[in-house]
């Protein structure tokens, strides 16, 4: 029986010969991530455990990201107690301060990440990593602190759905619009204890940026991973970065899938998850007339300098409306140096958005960006849950950059097309 | 073990958000966070509950974040363990992780009213309804993970094993 991309990898970090789906195994983890949110109970594991020393301390990485810069007292105290520990143990991979980016465009941003790698993240979105070829899931803070133990995590192998994209995009539809799609044709547990393998003509002609925020929805169909085949798009983005060489895995043409779904996507507009599921998900010719407050364009799904290029193209020569909130996140100090140097930020000043600084916060919650009561945000971000960016009757609209850009400036959700 | 108590039920796909939302997580204090358990889902839930209690939840409960502040806030809220349909995965090896009984019941949450009394054998694998002799398979769980929580979670495990 042939396998997955993922069982390969997970297979290749075990002493196994032979692993099948639903198989509980350990592996050995090459990079082991939490942020000042995940790993302060990470750690006081890790110490009450009796640890010492971490397993490797180049295969930690530990980014000061989510309530930075700090925003409160005791967000304070979790950066201090993560920054303690990084200088104790000499943690290669510590970032906090103008070296802090959003961890996901970090990362891979780094070369940290490469193709075969098995990663383990306390923090969901992990599974972003997948879009390099790599195996990495989302775990919690316990898990973190085994692995920094221990240097390896059980798993259960998960099942593979293979998704076939077929089609050209049409024009402001992005890996974006493609994953809030699938996600609303299977729902939020739709993958859920199962891997996404997305293949197909239209994901080989996909930038990485693009399949970077895709793997950073996987999580939003419950699935453990999500995982692109490694091709010339992958190895050249790459060049340059890579900290270490790097194995590739390839699907076997008989490898066993739970499913295949075949989505054209040529027929696709751009998308919008309407609150408060990501599922809930409709082209944006049927958004209706939706009012919004706040429009954020940044996170770990689309804080990366292509998707600020497409906003900037968008909010060229024009200015978000007076009652809209237009707030741009570039995702790590690089994308903020680029975009300054490509004329970007004077584009967003020109329109009247504030440019915060790398941070979680908004996307989470957590500050730089919260809504009040009754209030709405279009939102480039992953989850729209029930008070996600705010208060608990707030609402968040889940889109692409082009779409947030171009609601910014007619104040309501809005296609580029209708500018 | 047998737990024994009242259930508070909850709808599909109850998310990390909505057990402990996220403008809480300047703590990791279980108290502090306990104050907040399922805040978002029902604002008045910790002056309703009483230790002992237990969570229903419908279809994908736990979803989103994999802050395990989630499971820690309900753990500390004297919650005595979640029952769901199903369980997101990374509430689900998280609850495992750090000593949190879950049990999966896929008929369960549509036969019960909030409010009622139920008992889990969880080595008998049933639920029943109190006063009631209506019985609720349990899905199974495999050895490794009842190791995990006999042993009182991932990193007694790991202890023991050295």
């Known amino acids: 029986m042939g396998h997955t991309i993922t069982e390969k990898i997970l297979m290749a970090h075990t002493n196994l010969k032979d692993i099948a789906p639903g198989q509980l195994i350990n592996a050995k983890v090459d990079i082991a991530l939490g942020n000042d949110i995940t790993a302060p109970i990470a750690i006081r594991e890790f110490r009450a455990a009796g640890g010492k020393k971490v397993f490797d301390r180049d295969k930690v990485a530990l980014v000061l990201d989510h309530f930075t810069p700090n925003k409160d007292i005791n967000s304070a105290q979790q950066c201090k107690t993560v920054r303690e520990f990084a200088v104790e143990q000499g943690i290669t991979h510590f ?325 | 073990m047998i737990f024994k108590g009242k259930v508070w039920t909850f709808g599909d796909n109850i998310d990390t958000d909505a057990i402990i939302p996220a403008r809480y997580l300047n703590t990791s204090d279980p108290a502090e966070l306990a104050k907040h358990c399922m805040e978002d889902a029902d604002a008045d839930f910790m002056k309703k509950m009483k230790p002992g209690d237990i969570i229903l939840g419908g279809e994908n409960f736990g979803c989103g974040s994999s802050r395990e502040h989630a499971p820690i806030a309900i753990k500390a809220a004297g919650v005595s363990c979640v029952v769901a349909k199903s369980f997101a995965r990374i509430f689900f090896r998280n609850a495992f992780n750090m000593g949190l009984p879950i049990f999966e019941s896929k008929d369960l949450a549509d036969a019960v009213d909030e409010g009622k009394e139920i008992v889990i054998d969880s080595v008998r694998g049933v639920i029943t309804l109190a006063g009631s002799d209506r019985t609720f398979p349990i899905s199974p769980i495999p050895p490794f993970m009842e190791q995990l929580l006999a042993d009182g979670g991932l990193m007694k495990h790991i202890a023991k094993k050295k």
């Open chain 1, 95 to 419: 970032y906090e301060g103008g070296q802090v980016g959003v961890e996901h465009a970090l990362l891979p941003e780094k070369g940290i990440v490469v193709p075969g790698d098995l990663v383990v993240g306390a923090d969901s979105h992990t599974c972003t990593y997948g879009a390099l070829g790599a195996f990495a899931t989302g775990v919690g803070s316990t898990d973190l602190a085994a692995a920094m133990l221990t240097g390896e995590l059980w798993f259960k192998v998960p099942q593979t759905i293979k998704f076939v994209v077929y089609g050209k995009l049409n024009r402001w539809v992005s890996g974006k619009d493609l994953i809030l799609h699938i996600i609303g044709r299977i729902g939020v547990d739709g993958a859920l204890y199962q891997a996404m393998e997305f293949t197909g003509e239209t994901i080989s002609a996909l930038p990485m940026a693009d399949r970077l925020s895709m793997a950073n929805m996987a999580i939003e169909a419950g699935a453990k991973n999500g995982i692109f085949a490694v091709d010339a798009v992958t190895v050249e983005y790459l060049k340059g970065r890579a900290q270490k060489p790097y194995k590739i895995y390839v699907s076997d043409t008989n490898a066993v899938y739970a499913d295949i779904i075949e989505i054209d996507a040529g027929k696709l507009e751009p998308q919008v998850a309407f609150p408060h599921l990501p599922s809930n998900v409709r082209g944006i010719s049927r958004a209706g007339e939706i009012k919004i407050d706040q429009s954020l364009i940044g996170s770990c799904t689309n804080g990366r300098i292509e998707d600020l290029r497409i906003a900037a193209q968008i909010l060229k020569n024009r200015k978000a409306a007076p009652h809209v909130r237009l707030i741009v996140v570039p995702a790590t100090p690089l994308i903020y140096r680029q975009a300054m140097a490509e004329g970007l930020l004077d584009i967003f000043m020109d329109a009247q958005a504030v440019i915060s600084p790398p941070s979680c916060g908004a996307c989470l919650g957590g500050h730089l960006g919260i809504l009040a009561e009754g209030e709405r945000s279009v939102a480039t971000t992953n989850r729209n849950f029930v008070g996600r960016m705010g208060h608990p009757k707030s609402e968040v609209y889940l889109a692409s950059p082009a779409v947030a850009a171009a609601s910014a400036v007619l104040g309501r959700l809005a296609s580029p097309d209708e500018l």
